[in-house]
């Protein structure tokens, strides 16, 4: 069985522009969540998709979105890049039950310059 | 605000040894808690989770305990091996599974030979 796929690995940006990035979840798995990973902060959620709808969304500004797709495939967007916005994203997927383990992609490194 | 901590940020054991990570979480409304495991330039691996109506929980070679008195959480390695080396953070989810994962900020642990 397939895991949880994140593309692409690893990006650069330069600050202000936006970046799409992509997360596969594994088989039958409804649920995708989006998290930050930094230093700084460590992992922070960013929000959590069900069905296409955002169920939940972290404390993050706006300029972070996402979308879930109907094969349950997300995208997240980070428009208007910051230096302060470098980190590991990291994608989870789970069945969508509230007492079920969430495994995560391998993440996509972004390193706004 | 309220969040999951973990206690020591980097944690050395012998090998073959047992090691204990602990964690104390602050919202009482937490209802399931798991381990994560992260290597070097890989997204988190599941360990091992306990909701909390259990104590106890065991896996191969892993135990968490759970004090919902204290609002402790611990993870329990025995026969630590070099490949156990790795962050180790503990996470905790509120409520029915909409809302995110909130984390700690994670443990180093390292095996001495």
Not at chain 1, 19 to 38: A, F, M, N
Not at chain 1, 44 to 66: M, V
Not at chain 2, 5 to 18: I, M, R, Y
Request: aromatic share 10%; net charge positive.
């Amino acid at each position: 069985k397939a895991g949880v796929t994140q593309t692409p690995r690893y990006l650069i940006k330069t600050r202000g522009q936006q970046v799409t990035l992509s997360c596969s979840p594994i088989s039958g798995h409804r649920s995708v969540s989006w998290y930050q990973q930094t230093p700084g902060q460590g992992l922070q959620f960013l929000f959590e998709y069900f069905s296409e709808t955002q169920r939940n969304k972290g404390n993050f500004p706006g300029r972070f979105s996402g979308r879930q797709f109907s094969n349950s495939r997300s995208e997240m967007n980070v428009s208007t890049l910051e230096l302060g916005d470098s980190a590991l994203y990291l994608c989870a997927s789970t069945r969508g039950g509230g007492y079920t383990e969430a495994f995560f992609g391998q993440g996509t490194r972004l390193t706004v310059v | 605000g309220e969040s999951v901590g973990l206690h020591l940020p980097t944690l050395s054991v012998q090998e073959g040894d047992n090691s204990i990570i602990n964690c104390a979480y602050s919202n009482s409304a937490s209802d399931y808690f798991i381990w994560y495991k992260q290597e070097s330039g890989k997204g988190p691996q599941f360990i091992i989770d306990i909701r909390s109506n259990m104590d106890k929980r065991q896996g191969q070679r892993v135990t968490v305990l759970l004090n919902k008195t204290v609002k402790h959480l611990s993870l329990q390695i025995a026969a630590t091996q070099p490949g156990d080396s790795a962050v180790y953070f503990c996470a905790e989810r509120r409520g029915g599974g909409a809302d995110g994962l909130t984390f700690g900020k994670g443990t180093h642990l390292i095996i001495q030979p």
